[in-house]
């Protein structure tokens, strides 16, 4: 079987697919346009795809006949037509569970960086400019006791939680499609619809898997319903935020602050006024930037496309109906 990996990953997971006596493509040059990349894709029996620059779509699955598997180096698949690979019997394989600890880590560095105003704060350092003491200037908050609601409660949001409470014995409300009854019980977080997730958050923390209708569901009205004092944290995927809206939102003061590791677009264009303002925290989509996290997740990668070479069924799968027999 032929694997095209479109671009560098940690050496564990090719040392995986080696072993098992694949053969890995990787591309000459980076980055790929779109036709470099349709045409490795036409070589290959299976796709390990790093990043969303590409979508697989009906386009790409009638362009590419001869894919029989696709493993994402990701957790996320909004960038894949499901419902089109799974009619096509094409298993799509994510990472689960390998990242959730580093990127619950990043929104709670956000939302303590946002609470404190850190990125306004070292820009101010950076320019020599730390002037004389101020009791009132740009004074953050505190977390201790406050309400955080968590859109999206799966593992990386339990890890939110859980960290949140710990360090700043915060109240954990949620709202999910299906009930976390784990959390409930573990960290006592209390089933809120949408509507008394906006409105009683005092971080409203996004981590929910991203789907076309959901785009720009955090949009003007909505950030009106919320707290003055409320911080927004998203490091899902930028689609969720009207970054426009947003923008309104903290310059007319609806709400008191965004941390930011997803952007809408992505990435962030350096002259993005919402990058001026002393209430925000913006990260380059670094939530699984760990040592530890990006290895995991070659390794679930690689034994995504094993299992399929093998006859098998993924063991990360996000269309588990598919088996795969091919």
Request: aromatic fraction near 10%; include cysteine.
């Amino acid at each position: 079987m032929k694997v095209f990996v479109n671009k560098k990953i940690p050496e564990i997971g090719i040392e995986i697919l080696k072993k098992e006596g694949l053969e890995v493509i990787f591309p000459e040059n980076e980055p790929l346009s779109h036709d470099e990349w349709l045409k490795y894709c036409q070589t290959a029996d299976a796709i390990l795809s790093i990043g969303n620059d590409f979508k697989y779509n009906k386009e790409f699955f009638d362009a590419c006949p001869n894919i029989k598997a696709i493993a994402l180096y990701s957790v996320g698949f909004d960038h894949v037509d499901i419902k089109e690979a799974t009619e096509r019997n094409i298993p799509v394989g994510n990472t689960p569970d390998v990242l959730s600890r580093a990127t619950s880590d990043v929104a709670f560095l956000l939302m303590q960086s946002v609470a404190r105003r850190t990125s306004y704060n070292f820009q101010k350092v950076k320019d020599g400019n730390w002037g004389a003491f101020d009791p009132l200037h740009a004074l953050g908050q505190e977390l201790y006791g406050k309400t955080i609601g968590i859109f999206g409660l799966g593992r990386i949001g339990f890890e939110m939680a859980k960290k949140s409470q710990s360090a700043f014995s915060m109240n954990i409300i949620y709202h999910n499609r299906r009930r976390n009854e784990e959390a409930e019980k573990e960290l006592n977080a209390a089933y809120v619809s949408f509507e008394e997730l906006v409105k009683d958050s005092d971080v409203l923390s996004v981590h929910a898997n991203f789907t076309a209708e959901q785009k720009d569901l955090f949009n003007e009205k909505i950030f009106e319903k919320m707290k003055p004092d409320a911080i927004f944290i998203n490091t899902a995927r930028g689609g969720f935020h009207d970054e426009k809206a947003l923008y309104k939102a903290l310059t007319e003061r609806k709400i008191w602050g965004a941390g930011l590791d997803v952007t809408n677009p992505e990435p962030m264009l350096k002259d993005n006024p919402i990058l001026e303002l002393s209430n925000v925290c913006v990260l380059p989509h670094i939530g699984s930037a760990t040592i530890e996290a990006r290895s995991g997740m070659a390794r679930l990668a690689a034994e995504n496309i094993v299992a399929v070479a093998k006859g098998q069924r993924m063991p990360n799968c996000a269309n588990p109906e598919v088996y795969s027999p091919h």
